[in-house]
């Protein structure tokens, strides 16, 4: 299984944007799924938002009522949706999987990690 994240880029603060998370060599219905970034200068990656297999979503405080994570399980996708930006969400966005969502939310020991996307917010 692959996970391919896309759609960084660089916006103002304010903007949105729109991130995605494709799944390939797998079905993405059997796999919870998680956004996960890494500052600038920080070793530490923490967690953003998550989805479950069934759809239910969680977020991390700092990003709750701005982002919005959804899953189309025909299309192998995952959308995080990012709106309001402030400068201190700029990151790099990485998309893992597990079929334990309690791994996820965890952010330890996943099983599939995608390549990361790069956003970068300017004031």
């Known amino acids: 299984v692959q996970l391919q994240a896309s759609g960084g880029g660089l916006v103002q603060a304010g903007d949105s944007l729109r991130l995605f998370c494709i799944v390939s060599?797998?079905?993405?219905?059997?796999?919870?799924i998680g956004w996960f970034r890494q500052a600038p200068g920080d070793v530490r990656r923490e967690f953003v938002a998550a989805v479950s297999l069934n759809g239910d979503t969680y977020y991390a405080n700092a990003v709750e009522g701005r982002f919005t994570i959804s899953r189309d399980n025909a299309k192998n996708t995952v959308t995080l949706q990012m709106n309001n930006l402030v400068v201190q969400d700029t990151a790099v966005y990485y998309c893992a999987g597990d079929s334990k969502l309690d791994v996820v939310l965890g952010g330890w020991g996943l099983d599939y990690w995608g390549k990361g996307t790069l956003v970068t917010v300017s004031s």
């Open positions: 060599g797998g079905t993405l219905s059997n796999y919870a």
